[in-house]
């Protein structure tokens, strides 16, 4: 063994399957001191007013952690659990405890970065070995057949050099036991939803899943929508739906946290593809994986590009900051009803389907010409599944300052809901209110008639001030 004790600091890896930083602690070290920090900076308010982090991934978060200490502990080890930022949190626990090494999983993005290289230069003074760890992708950075800082611009390009020349990593195998010091005092209590300033979750029945973070509950949202209900062999054909738990996997928020390793999912799939059925819809999920790697390589390359305004294309554009434009399109209140049926849901669930984030999207910068980073920030505080390198990523590909080879991702929204909302039961579910409006047709937008407008605000409750006016759509 090459230290006696070793701090396993855990971020956006909340398992225990898969887990490189934990898989080589346990090699390399007699005794294993886990440790997860809750860091103020994430639930500050950003300038538009809101939280960074929204109440539904902050529950989720919470329940991820709660379920981490409950499989720690089932292993005869447990999680310190701390608040404050992790640089400071962490030297104190390696001081206090006398820990010779600190192993973590290593992020990409800038506020993470600073973190990072924080904490390894105050471990280095202190003569404190860190080591960080790749993980969160389904292939390995050090697998990519090009540099990390040559990853292709373009999407596809990435995907087939990748499906080519590289290959999937096997998942690293659970731990059985870990050795935990005996003598640790006070190992800290989990906070609740009131620490960070929220009274409760308002999840809606109407959302898609009652998602609970946590391990487990990922595994078994995976049992359930591969094995039990036996939904993979159709969902090229699904994945575009706006209803309901099955359209796609939902395994997003518990990939976000890493409570699902991508490599795991991935052996699945084989399985699956093995013991059931092979065929495009079960290739389409590894397809949307690798997605989430490209954003997140891409993210590596470009560092704090990708935060600002005129993206890594560096364009530059005549973006507006209309307040109350904004707040119109957040609150669900446009007047067009297949944005706000889609807004209502985030805001009430703390989801929203693929198809729903590009409209919503689109809508914002191409229709409203907002600053695009400024629905990004709303997702980022809003979203359960919210992942920095996909959010952000996703964000600058609709905006057009990403690296999209197509010159639009203009969405025309009354043709989006024809397609995907033809009979407008999605509309209706989320604004049940508008079966109420005589004569309402549902696909046309709603500032065509002021008295429209008018009635729809009143049956959603509220009075419409003034409609969206000069939209054109
Ligand atoms: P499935 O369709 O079942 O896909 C399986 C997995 O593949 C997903 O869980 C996800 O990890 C990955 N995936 C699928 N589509 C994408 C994509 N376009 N980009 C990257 N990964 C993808 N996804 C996030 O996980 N976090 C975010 O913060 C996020 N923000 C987004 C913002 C915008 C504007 C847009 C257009 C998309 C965003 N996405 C984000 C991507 C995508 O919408 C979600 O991953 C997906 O809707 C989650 O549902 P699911 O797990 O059922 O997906």
């Known amino acids: 063994m090459k230290y006696n004790r070793v701090i396993v600091w855990f971020r956006n890896d909340l398992r225990l399957h898969d887990h490189a930083a934990l898989f080589s602690a346990l090699a390399k070290g007699k005794e294993i001191i886990p440790v997860f920090c809750f860091d103020p900076r994430n639930f500050r308010n950003v300038d538009l007013g809101f939280k960074k982090t929204g109440a539904f991934r902050t529950q989720f978060l919470i329940e991820s952690v709660e379920n981490l200490r409950k499989s720690l502990q089932a292993l005869g080890a447990d999680l310190i ?13 390696v001081n206090k405890y006398q820990a010779e090494a600190i192993f973590f999983s290593e992020e990409v993005t800038q506020e993470e970065k600073l973190i990072e290289e924080r904490l390894e230069k105050s471990a280095w003074k202190l003569g404190i070995a860190t080591e960080a760890f790749w993980q969160s992708t389904l292939f390995h950075i050090e697998d990519l057949p090009f540099p990390a800082n040559l990853v292709p611009e ?18 690293y195998e659970m731990p059985k036991s ?3 010091p005996n003598n640790l005092d006070d190992l800290g209590s989990i906070p609740d939803l009131s620490t960070f300033g929220f009274s409760k979750t308002a999840n809606s029945k109407l959302g898609v899943l009652d998602f609970k973070g946590g391990e487990d509950e990922g595994k078994k949202r995976l049992q359930e929508y591969f094995w039990e209900k036996d939904l993979l062999k159709t969902y090229k054909e699904t994945r575009n739906g706006l209803l309901g738990a099955d359209y796609s996997s939902k395994f997003s928020p518990w990939l976000a946290l890493g409570c699902l390793s991508p490599r795991y999912i991935y052996e699945e799939v084989l399985k699956y593809e093995k013991e059931r059925k092979k065929n495009q819809s079960t ?3 590894i397809f949307e994986l690798i997605w989430r790697d ?13 935060f600002q305004i005129n993206g890594i294309k560096n364009i530059v554009d005549n973006w507006n900051k209309d307040e109350n434009s904004f707040w119109k399109w957040a609150n669900g209140q446009t007047g067009i009803p297949f944005v706000d049926a889609n807004m209502r849901e985030l805001n009430q669930s703390g989801f929203m389907s693929n198809r729903g984030r590009q409209i919503v999207a689109s809508f914002l910068v191409n229709d409203l010409g907002i600053d ?20 952000w990523g996703n964000w600058m590909y609709v905006a057009g300052v990403g690296n999209d080879p197509r010159e639009s991702r203009y969405f025309n929204i009354l043709r989006q809901a024809n397609n995907y909302d033809k009979k407008g039961d999605y509309i209706r579910h989320w604004i049940p ?4 409006i005589p004569g309402f047709d549902i696909h046309q937008p709603f500032e065509l008639s002021t008295s429209d407008l008018k009635q729809y605000g009143v049956a959603l409750g509220r009075t419409y001030p003034q409609p969206l006016v000069g939209i054109k759509i």
């Open 178 to 180: 870990i050795n935990f």
């Open 372 to 391: 695009w980073r400024w629905g990004a920030s709303y997702f980022e505080s809003m979203l359960i599944d919210y992942e920095v390198c996909s959010n």
């Open 294 to 306: 490209y954003f997140r390589f891409i993210c590596k390359k470009h560092g704090s590009k990708v």
């Open 81 to 93: 659990v701390e608040e404050g930022s992790p640089e400071e949190v962490v030297i104190e626990l």
């Open 433 to 436: 209110e508008i079966a109420g």
């Open 283 to 285: 290739y389409w999920l």
């Open 154 to 171: 373009v999407f596809t390009q990435f995907r087939k050099e990748c499906e080519k020349f590289s290959k999937v990593q096997k998942t």
